[in-house]
Structures are given as structure tokens and as C-alpha cells.
């Protein structure tokens, strides 16, 4: 069966369509039993089979129809009717009596006598009374009933009758034994049927719900029977499972994956896949044009992201007039939507559930048409379904493999095949190197037009940055090299894996044959032959460059001699770079001077970039700290004063100077405080998250927990170390401090059991002091077990911190009798001393 | 016993409702007409069909149903057309070679050759002409009876589309034909319907206007009836239940109407198939019971609750589903309690609405105090999927 079949049951042949009939098995045989069992002497019951588009109803009704007209009881008096999809005229109930005429004269063979009849009722007001009264007369005239199976019964007809033939439809499904329905609605997004609409009560709901595992292991045992590429069905009993989770158990769905995985010898069924989602586009378009604008938007996020997702992350992706939407907001969207059918909920343990699009088949035409044409998301579907089908790396290797030899057989569909590589392009575990044969290999077969489409260069990239991730940086390097048309970026990250690789030899050659290097690349350029620690490359690229400016190139050159440290062909470049109008680089080449022991010289470039304004303030400033005489000190104070008050980092050193000249607890040291705060906040404003923005914190964090104890601010600087870029041992112990006296064990513990805390802790005097009073902080809040925790993971804390740890147990000695004993008598008093502590804590910082 | 669940009950699949038959034929052997009451799907039409089929000796039934007629005249022309064509008047005149000629001459002024009416000048006036064709009826030939099933969803056709005047004007017809002199004492009307005939006739005028109406009601089955009922229901699917097991379910299901006994019946035979033929056991009924309520039976619940909104607008609608959602989920509510809700809602009569709930099935009151549901089905459905 191809894809487009499937979507087109009515075009099988009836043996075609009764052989392929393997599930829905027991709906077919409930319904008929019903049908052979009812003689129609009265109304009998009317069926509706409601389900997705997709799964199996149209089929369901053909398989009805066919075996009735096999059946010898039955074919002789009922006659079975099939009103497809496309029966789009059949919006009235006296079309619907036409149409019946019409099929029997037809079935009778009576050459439109029953038809033409109708013609003398036209024009009378009760038309469709008439008519319907005929067609019952000849019906019983020839002691035939009817049966008709109307596909899409409920958007083809119900919807479309107006109020008064809808009551008439109940009068005549009441009382009405010639004519019995069995109809099919398909559920598309929104559940449309209204049904306390009354007639609805005289149909059986008969729902098809997605298959279960088993019934699509059948289905594929089935489709298994004719293929060549046999899987074994019994090894892939939990894939099988999967994909009936995955697909939500469409048929349709189902079996289109199935080709697509397994069949698809020359990419038909991709290409059939397209045809039939033009198709489907006016009717899906419709249903989303239908929602209102902000469930369209949540659609949109959740059809992209393929799998489950939560509100939180759906809010998180839409904005609208530069807000964000509240989550509270699309979890009511999410509800309605739900509702209506559109969704589906993924229960989860927590409050936080998941939401998918209820049709898979929906969400792959939504990737498919929504996407734009390089969009990588169109195929996120086919991936995702790739990615579990071979979930292990051999079976997706022969896949491969196999795809490989379709493709070089030259019959492959070219832009299926396009649309496959793209697919396995984003799937993380396939062997790069065969991956890279696959895209050569889709390549060779594509036509002018779509090569660009395939975007090799960039797919080479990825295949080289992804081998490198995974941690092979020669399979990195072997796919870059094998690259035919390179561009700079290759060279550029070539070079960088030959740097990696120690082969700094294969660095100046590649490099050396970059085109023009512009702006953009500049800077990668000058760290490159930095890391090759050859400046000279520099040099020579540069040299027939034309997109970039002498001085610049002079700049750039010195910066690569500066770094390396040969400071006098820095300076030589730096200079003449000076001459070609660039600005002086005050800071280096003060730091040239420094190096070279002339200090004057290096602070009277400081200060006169300083005073160009080419050197900031607080750069001078941070010149001044590393000099530690009182003449620097002096000359920092008046430099304070120099800094304007808007400057951003006014407030900071104010603070600093402040906190490193007066006296710890005084009136003015509460200044510092006031001072820092702002700090924060000017902080905030240029993003300043550098050594600078942890001294700050450090300093605030140090004040808060000496002196003024005060847990929300404690709480908030806590949470703002996070954004530092540099969190020295020191401050992780003061965090952990910090951290258990807002009884945030847990978050201490991580603190104080990194190992540079631990190593430094025990190194390190100064620190051991602060980390073995978080220790006995840990105590006084009882958490002894965590205190434990750290004794047990580095027993060279117990020796080193040996009077807290007896302290801890004799606190614990119930559980550990034995350890107290071993304790030497010279320990008692600091043990006892340390207990004291403990309690007096528990007072401080209750 | 075929499960005829969403369809009237006919033939095989109709349960005898001896007691109810006999109750009727008592009022309509005193000469009266009837409203035969009773909340939906409670098996009104199955019952008149039923009586249609298999008439007492010297009654003649002529059934017709009217929801979707919009105008008077349809009304008395569907009425007539049902009646020359039904068996009644044809057994009547071939008994009776007198009344022939009479019809004979009645038809003749509405020329019907293969269903195309030749017509006169202006429209035909299907009142005289039913009056005239009743005029050729004689007492002594036997009773005529015409059962007009939906007969408030008439009235409430052409309330939408003609307006009150019309409306009102359509119940005062039906009274003059019922008090016409070629009518009285021998012709009777059964008037029936899903939509209570009291407060749609008080909607639209007083109710004198059908005071010459006897009201029978159509009671549940009785647990003996109910429990013959389930099993034979149970019987066809090749299910069968012990007795305490029967006695079970008809305890869980409190008011034993043949539609919920159809309904659980289905359920039972879906989990006794589910099972594959395992043993049922209580736990089996309490699933199928669960089952109920599954999305699926929708159309034959929705209907209960959606006719409110045509019964009732507004404020008024509000208070309802405040009282029946409450009650879905506590179980009973206080008179206190409703009067609360009234003045909640600004609904002052909240006594004639909880009358109407309660004549039209939903809710019972248990003591002086006290309403609950009158099925534990229609709660359980109310709380799984009215209730926000």
C-alpha cells in the first residue's frame, strides 16, 4: 500500500481493501452482528464511529459495506449506500433523498424513472416531505431497506442542516425503519458536535481510539508479511510500543512512519508525504485560522517543539507588545484548548504538566508547512522518529548504510532525499564520518537548484564541531580536511582543532590560504596565530589584506607580540600604529614599561591616557591597588575625587575606599555599606559581573553576616553570587555560611563540599578559621548528618579539625559509641569549648 | 431482549409496561384526553408506539410527532395526513361502508395523486378539513385516539418563529378541536413530549387552556420489573448476572428507568467483553458504572442538560446550574442553601424552578428539606463534566 493510498481507502480494490483489514477487528464484527442480527422490522439503532483523522474509519465503513454485499442474507433486501469525503453536495435532507433516488434507480435498474419523479414535486413547500415519502413508497414497493455509510457524516451533513431539517432528522430517525445509518466524524482539531443537538441520542458512539500496543504490533506483523527489509518483530516489541505512544496510535500515522523507517526504497513515500500534505492544507489551515489569536500563538510553540512542554516554557516563548504572557494566562488557553481536542495533557507527578498536539499527524504537517524552506524544525518529526527507531548506533550505521547504497543507486527521489538529511543531520549518535557519506551522497544526486538547499559547508561545520563535542577531534579534523570549497570559517575553526591537536605545524599553511579576512574574522585571526605563538603569521596574512586598515593591522600585531611576550616588536608595532592616527594603547604599553622596570614611565602613560581619556578612571584606579605605598593610597583619594559621580564605578570605590581605611563597625564603615549597595546597582546597569563585581559582593556578603545579620539581603546577595563569573574558595565558605543561617542546608552543603573549598580549607589557615565555623553552624542547627558528610569524604578534615569533629561526635554518640572513646583526654576542654560555641550560636542566629 | 439504548423500543426490544398501559386506557375509557407526563427518556414514545401497535379491542391509535412542525396549519395538516393514511381509518372504512363516502368526499377537496396536491385557490385549511373528516366518525365505530408526541416542542416552534400571539393562538385551536362537537366524546388526544407541557403553555398563556387534560404519569419500573428487565437486556449479550449481583446494580442506580438500565446494561457487556469472559464481580459493576459517564455516552447526557438553557435564561439559568452543581458534589441541598443561591442569582422564584427540576427528573427532594438527584447516574455525569 503506498502513502497516498492511505490516504484513500476507497481506491483499494474491495479484495485489496478486505485483505488489508487486520485491525479494528472487533468495531467491525460488534457493528455487523448488529446489522445481520436486525431484520429493520422497526427503527433500529443508528451507528456514529467518531475518531482522528486517520484512524481507520472510512475503512471501517468500506469493510461494512463490502460484507454486506457478500453476505447472501443480507444483499437480497438491504441495500448498502457509501457517501465518501467528497460527497460535498449533500448538505440538505431532501439532497440526501435525491441522491437516494438516484442510487436506486441505479440499484433497481429503472434508467432515472425514481429520480425524474421528484421533478413534479418542485416548488412545493413541503418538497423534502415529498420526496422522502416517495423514496419510502418505492423502498417498500420493492421490499428493499437501506443502509447508508456516510463518511465525514457529521461536517458534510449534520453541521450543514438547518434547524428545522434537524428536527425533521429526528422524527425520521425515531420512526423510520427502511433507512438506517452508520455514519463517520472525524474529530479534526475541535470537536465540533454540539450534542445536545436531540438526534444524537439515536446513535450508537462507537470511538476509535488510538491503537494499543498490541493491535499495532498486528498491524505491523502485517505490513511485515511483504517487505523485503524484515525486522524482527519480537527484538523490536519495545520500539513497536513506542511507536504506538508516538503516534498516538493513528493507522494513517502509523503506517506512513512505518514506510517512511522502513519501506522507502527510492524516498516515495516522503515524496507521497508532500502531495498529501498539500492536500490537507486548506482543511488544517482552516482549523487554525479558526482558534483565536493567542491559542494560535501557544499552538504554534507547541507544534514547533514537537515533543511535551510546559506552560512555563510556552510562556517563556511568547510575547506580546514586548510582555511576556502570563503563565496563569496559557494554562487557561491551554485548558480550552484541551478541551477542544486540539491538545493533550501529559500527566506528570508534579504540578507542572506537559502539552503536546493531540494529532501527531497535525504536528508533522504543521513542521512541515510552517516551517520556512531551511527551517531545520520541518523535519524535528523525522528525526525524532529516526532517533528512537535505531535508537542503537549499528542499526542506525546499516541504516545508513543502506540509505547510502539507495542513494548511489541513483532512483532516489532528490528531494526526499533532501528532506532525510536534513533529519539525520540533527540526530547526535550517528558515526560522523558516515553521516559525512551521506551528505556527499546526498549531494552527488541533487540538481542545481537544490544543492545550495543542503547548505554543505555549514552541515560540514556541524559534522566537525559535533565529532569534536563528542570528543574525537581527529575525526574533527579529518572531516574539515575532506571538505572540498572551503571558506574561512573552516580554515579558522581547522586551525583551531590543529592547535588543539598539537599540530601547530598545519596551522600557518592553512591559515595562509584564507581569502580577505574581514573585521568579523579579525579578532579570531589575532588570537589563532597567538595560540600558535606566531605573531609573524600574523604578519603575513595581514600582509596582502585589503580589507583592513595599516594602523589596525600594527595594533593587531603588536597585541599578538604583547601576549606572547616579546615586548619590543610589540612596542615597534604599537608605535607605528600610533603614527598611522590609531589611539595610543596606553594600558600595554604602560605595562611594557612596568615590565621593563621603568615605573615612572609606566605611570606617566597611565596618566596621560588617563587625562586623553583613553585610560578610565578606574582603571587607573585598579593601577594605584597594586601599589601598596601611601603615596599611591594618596594619589587613588584624589583620583576620587576626580571620578565624576555618574561614572559607574563612583560609587564602588567610594565604598572600597571607605571599607579598607576605616574601622570595622564604626559609623562610616555603614557608609561603605551605602556606597557598596549602589554599587550594585550601577553594576547591574553595565552588566559588571568580573573580579570587580566579586569584590563587591564578597565585601557586602562580609558586612551582612559580621555585622548587621540581616537575612533578606542576606537571601538576595546570596542569589546574586550566582551571576559571578569568579567565586574564590573564600567566598563559597562565606556563601555556605550565609546559606545555613537561612536554613538552606542543602545549597551550603554544596558549597562547602567542592573540593577547593575542602583543599584550601585545610591549606589554608585564614580559611580553615571561617569553614570550620560554618561547621559549627551546621551543628547549632542540628544538621549533623551533613557535617558528617564532609568529615567522611575527607578524613584529613577530622585530623585537622579534630576538636569539631569529637564535638560532632559526642553529639552523635548514640550512633557512633565508639568514636567518643577514641578521643584523647588533651581534647576534652576544646571539645567542651567548641559545644559552648555551638550553643551560643544557636542563640545568635536563632 | 435486543439493547435498543438511544432509540424508542419497539417491537422485541419493548419491556410491557402493563401498569402504565392500563392507567391510560382507565382515563381514556372515562371519555378524557391526556398528558402523559413523565421527565425524558423515560420510554413516553416506546410506550404510545406500543399502544399504536396493539390496541385494545375498539380503540384505534393514530401516532404522529410534531417537533418539527413550526406552524398551525402544518400541525392539523400533519395530523390529517397521518390519519387517512393509517391503518385506523382504513380498518374504519372497510368496516364501515358509512363513513367512505364521507372521507371519500372529505379527500376529494385535497386531491392527491402520487403525493403532488392539486390545489385550490388559497391555502387549504387543514382545521375545517380535519374537523370535517371527524364528523364522518362515528361514536359506536370505537374510540379514535391520536397521540401527538413533541407536542410542547411545537408550541415552542412557533413561539420562535410567530411569536407569543400565534403561540397562544395554537394552544386555544387545540382546545376548540378537542371541545369541537364532531370531536367530543369521540375523538381523544394523548399529548406527550421531552419538554414539560405546563410552564411551556404558562410561558405563552394561563393554564385553564388545558385544564380539560388529565395528566398520567409514566412511573419508573419497579425493582421486580427492573430486575426482569436488566436481565434479559444482559440475556441477549450472553451475560448473565446473579441475582445479589442484579440487586447490586439496581441499588447503585437508585431511579430504574428502562434507559439507564439500558445504558448500564451496555456497560456491563462492554466490561464482561473487555474481560473476555471473566467472572463479574462488584468490582466489575462499579467499573461499568464508572464507564457510564465516559465521553462517549454524550449524546444521550447532553441533551438533559442543554434543554435547561431553553428552559430557562439569564439569572435564572445561573441559579440552576449553581443548585445542580452543588448538589453533584455535596450530595443534597438545603432549602437554606437554595435560598442562598436565589438571592445570589436575584432569582425570586426559586420555588417554581426547583418545581420544574423536580416534575422533569432531575432532582427529588428527599425530605421537607432536602433535594438530591434522582439518579446517582445523572450526578455522576453532572460532576464529571458539568462541573467546572
Excluded at chain 1, 456516510?150 to 429526528?170: I, M, V, W
Excluded at chain 1, 500563538?297 to 516554557?313: F, P, Q, Y
Excluded at chain 2, 438511544?6 to 422485541?12: C, H
Excluded at chain 2, 413516553?44 to 391509535?61: C, D, M, V
Amino acid at each position: 500500500m503506498s502513502v497516498k493510498t492511505l490516504y484513500n481507502p476507497a481506491s483499494l480494490s474491495k479484495p485489496e481493501l478486505i485483505e488489508s483489514f487486520v485491525v479494528r477487528t472487533k468495531n467491525f464484527e460488534k457493528i455487523f452482528s448488529d446489522i445481520k442480527s436486525s431484520d429493520m422490522k422497526y427503527p433500529e439503532k443508528h451507528f456514529l464511529i467518531q475518531g482522528q483523522r486517520g484512524m481507520g474509519k472510512t475503512t471501517l465503513l468500506l469493510r461494512l459495506k463490502y460484507e454486506i454485499e457478500n453476505s447472501p442474507d443480507l444483499n437480497d433486501w438491504l441495500l448498502p449506500v457509501f457517501f465518501g469525503e467528497e460527497s460535498y453536495d449533500l448538505t440538505s435532507l431532501s439532497r440526501l433523498w435525491e441522491k437516494l433516488l438516484d442510487f436506486l434507480d441505479d440499484a433497481l435498474d429503472t434508467d432515472g424513472e425514481h429520480f425524474n419523479h421528484t421533478e413534479a414535486f418542485i416548488d412545493f413547500e413541503d418538497y423534502e416531505k415529498r420526496c422522502y415519502e416517495y423514496l419510502i413508497e418505492v423502498l417498500q414497493k420493492n421490499k428493499k431497506k437501506l443502509i447508508i455509510f456516510f463518511d465525514n457524516f457529521g461536517q458534510l451533513f449534520l453541521e450543514n442542516l438547518k434547524e428545522k431539517e434537524k428536527r425533521r432528522l429526528r422524527e425520521i430517525l425515531m420512526h423510520c425503519s427502511e433507512i438506517r445509518i452508520v455514519g463517520a466524524s472525524a474529530i479534526v482539531l475541535q470537536d465540533l458536535h454540539d450534542y445536545s443537538e436531540p438526534f444524537y441520542e439515536f446513535f450508537q458512539i462507537v470511538r476509535l481510539d488510538g491503537l494499543n500496543k498490541e493491535e499495532t504490533y498486528q498491524l505491523i506483523e502485517r505490513l511485515q508479511e511483504k517487505s523485503e527489509q524484515k525486522i524482527d518483530l519480537r527484538k523490536a516489541k519495545g520500539k513497536i510500543d513506542t511507536l504506538a505512544i508516538l503516534t498516538g496510535g493513528v493507522i494513517r500515522t502509523l503506517m506512513m512512519v512505518y514506510q517512511v523507517l522502513l519501506e522507502d526504497k527510492d524516498g516515495s513515500a516522503l515524496n507521497d508525504l508532500e502531495t498529501i500534505l498539500d492536500q490537507i492544507t486548506p482543511l488544517y489551515k482552516s482549523r487554525i485560522e479558526e482558534l483565536p489569536v493567542q491559542q494560535r500563538r501557544i499552538v504554534d510553540v507547541i507544534a514547533k517543539n514537537w515533543d511535551a512542554i510546559s506552560a512555563k516554557e510556552i510562556a517563556a516563548q511568547i510575547r506580546e507588545d514586548g510582555k511576556r504572557l502570563q503563565t496563569k494566562l496559557v494554562s487557561a488557553h491551554l485548558a480550552q484548548l484541551e478541551k477542544n481536542n486540539v491538545i493533550e495533557k501529559k500527566q506528570t507527578n508534579t504540578k507542572n504538566h506537559f502539552y503536546q498536539l493531540r494529532e501527531r499527524f497535525f504536528n508533522i504537517w504543521y513542521l512541515m508547512r510552517n516551517g520556512d524552506r531551511r527551517d531545520r524544525r520541518k523535519v524535528k518529526w523525522l528525526t525524532k522518529f529516526l532517533e528512537f527507531w535505531y535508537d542503537d548506533e549499528e542499526g542506525m550505521d546499516s541504516f545508513l548504510e543502506r540509505h547510502i547504497e539507495r542513494l548511489k543507486s541513483g532512483s532516489y527521489n532528490s528531494k526526499s532525499a533532501l528532506l532525510l538529511a536534513e533529519a539525520l543531520a540533527d540526530i547526535n549518535k550517528i558515526n560522523t564520518i558516515i553521516l559525512d557519506q551521506l551528505m556527499e551522497a546526498t549531494l552527488a544526486i541533487l540538481n542545481e537548484d537544490q544543492k545550495p538547499l543542503l547548505n554543505m559547508g555549514q552541515k560540514k561545520l556541524a559534522l566537525a564541531t559535533r565529532s569534536f563535542k563528542d570528543g574525537d577531534l581527529k575525526r574533527a579534523i579529518h572531516i574539515l580536511e575532506g571538505t572540498k570549497e572551503k571558506i574561512n570559517s573552516h580554515r579558522f575553526v581547522l586551525s583551531f582543532f590543529y592547535f588543539l591537536d598539537k599540530q601547530i605545524e598545519k596551522i600557518r599553511p592553512e591559515l595562509l590560504l584564507l581569502d580577505d579576512v574581514d573585521y568579523e574574522d579579525f579578532d579570531f585571526l589575532k588570537q589563532l596565530s597567538v595560540l600558535a605563538k606566531d605573531p609573524k603569521l600574523l604578519v603575513d596574512v595581514l600582509n596582502k589584506n585589503t580589507k583592513i586598515k595599516q594602523g589596525e593591522k600594527d595594533l593587531a600585531i603588536g597585541e599578538a607580540f604583547f601576549e606572547v611576550g616579546e615586548y619590543d616588536l610589540a612596542e615597534n608595532h604599537y608605535l607605528k600604529a600610533v603614527e598611522a592616527g590609531e589611539i595610543v594603547p596606553y594600558k600595554h604599553l604602560s605595562m611594557i614599561s612596568f615590565e621593563k622596570g621603568d615605573d615612572i614611565r609606566a605611570e606617566e602613560l597611565m596618566v596621560s591616557g588617563f587625562e586623553q581619556g583613553a585610560v578610565k578612571v578606574s582603571d587607573l584606579l585598579e593601577f594605584y591597588e597594586f601599589h601598596f605605598d601611601q603615596e599611591s593610597e594618596d594619589k587613588s583619594k584624589k583620583l576620587l575625587e576626580l571620578l565624576p559621580k555618574d561614572n559607574p564605578y563612583y560609587n564602588f570605590y567610594h565604598g572600597l575606599e571607605i571599607f579598607n581605611s576605616e574601622k570595622f563597625k564604626s559609623d562610616k564603615f555603614d557608609d561603605a555599606i551605602l556606597y557598596l549597595e549602589k554599587a550594585l546597582i550601577d553594576f547591574d546597569k553595565i552588566n559588571v559581573r568580573d573580579i570587580k563585581f566579586t569584590q563587591l559582593i564578597s565585601n557586602l556578603l562580609f558586612y551582612n553576616i559580621e555585622v548587621s545579620l540581616d537575612k533578606q539581603k542576606l537571601k538576595s546577595l546570596l542569589e546574586r553570587l550566582e551571576e559571578a563569573e569568579i567565586v574564590p574558595s573564600f567566598l563559597k565558605v562565606y556563601a555556605a555560611f550565609g546559606y545555613t543561617v537561612l536554613g538552606e542546608y542543602k545549597k551550603a552543603n554544596e558549597f562547602l563540599s567542592s573540593d577547593s573549598v575542602l583543599k584550601d580549607s585545610i591549606e589554608l589557615d585564614s580559611l580553615g578559621g571561617n569553614f570550620n565555623d560554618t561547621i559549627l553552624l551546621f551543628l547549632a542547627k542540628k544538621q549533623y548528618h551533613l557535617a558528617l558528610g564532609l568529615f567522611t569524604k575527607n578524613e584529613v578534615l577530622k585530623e585537622v579539625f579534630k576538636p569539631t569533629y569529637y564535638a560532632l561526635m559526642t553529639l552523635l554518640k548514640e550512633d557512633y559509641p565508639n568514636e567518643v572513646i577514641k578521643m584523647g583526654e588533651e581534647l576534652n576542654q576544646p571539645v567542651n569549648d567548641i559545644l559552648e560555641r555551638i550553643e551560643e550560636m544557636k542563640l545568635e542566629y536563632a | 431482549m435486543k439493547n435498543s439504548l438511544g432509540n424508542p423500543a419497539r417491537g422485541a426490544a419493548f419491556y410491557p409496561r402493563e401498569s402504565e398501559v392500563r392507567k391510560i386506557y382507565r382515563v381514556l375509557d372515562k371519555g378524557t384526553s391526556i398528558y402523559l407526563s413523565a421527565p425524558r427518556r423515560v420510554g413516553k414514545t416506546s410506550i404510545l408506539k406500543h399502544i399504536e401497535e396493539f390496541p385494545q379491542e375498539g380503540y384505534f391509535f393514530v401516532y404522529v410527532i410534531t417537533e418539527s412542525v413550526d406552524s398551525e396549519n402544518e400541525f392539523f395538516k400533519v395530523i390529517f395526513e397521518a390519519l387517512i393514511r393509517s391503518e385506523a381509518i382504513g380498518k374504519l372504512s372497510k368496516l364501515y361502508d358509512t363513513i367512505k363516502g364521507g372521507i371519500e368526499s372529505v379527500l376529494g377537496r385535497v386531491k392527491t395523486v402520487y403525493h403532488v396536491e392539486i390545489r385550490e385557490k388559497g391555502e387549504t385549511d387543514y382545521f375545517q378539513i380535519l374537523t370535517d373528516l371527524f364528523e364522518n366518525i362515528k361514536p359506536e365505530f370505537g374510540h379514535v385516539v391520536i397521540l401527538i408526541d413533541e407536542f410542547p416542542q411545537t408550541i415552542q416552534n412557533i413561539l420562535n418563529s410567530d411569536g407569543n400571539e400565534a403561540a397562544e393562538h395554537f394552544i386555544q385551536k387545540n382546545r376548540e378541536l378537542r371541545h369541537h362537537r364532531h370531536v367530543l366524546d369521540k375523538i381523544h388526544f394523548v399529548y406527550t413530549g421531552s419538554l414539560s407541557l405546563f410552564p411551556m403553555v404558562e410561558k405563552v398563556t394561563e393554564l385553564t387552556a388545558v385544564n380539560d387534560l388529565r395528566t398520567v404519569e409514566v412511573a419508573p419500573l419497579s425493582l421486580v420489573e427492573a430486575q426482569d428487565f436488566l436481565t434479559k437486556l444482559l440475556e441477549y449479550d450472553k451475560v448473565s448476572l446473579s441475582v445479589p449481583l442484579i440487586r447490586y446494580v439496581l441499588e447503585k442506580m437508585g431511579w430504574l428507568i428502562p434507559f439507564h438500565l439500558q445504558l448500564i446494561a451496555q456497560e456491563i457487556v462492554d466490561v464482561f467483553e473487555a474481560s473476555e469472559g471473566g467472572e463479574i464481580t462488584e468490582k466489575s459493576i462499579d467499573q461499568a458504572f464508572d464507564q457510564i459517564v465516559h465521553l462517549r455516552n454524550k449524546p444521550q447526557f447532553e441533551p438533559y442538560f442543554a434543554r435547561l438553557s431553553a428552559l430557562f435564561k439569564g439569572n435564572e439559568y445561573n441559579f440552576v446550574f449553581d443548585v445542580l452543581e452543588f448538589i453533584a458534589l455535596q450530595e443534597t441541598i438545603s432549602i437554606d442553601k437554595i435560598l442562598d443561591f436565589g438571592v445570589k442569582h436575584s432569582v425570586e422564584e426559586t420555588r417554581r424552578i426547583m418545581d420544574i427540576l423536580e416534575g422533569d427528573g432531575y432532582l427529588f427532594k428527599s425530605d421537607e428539606k432536602f433535594y438530591r438527584y434522582t439518579s446517582p447516574i445523572l450526578q455522576m455525569w453532572c460532576r464529571k463534566h458539568i462541573c467546572k
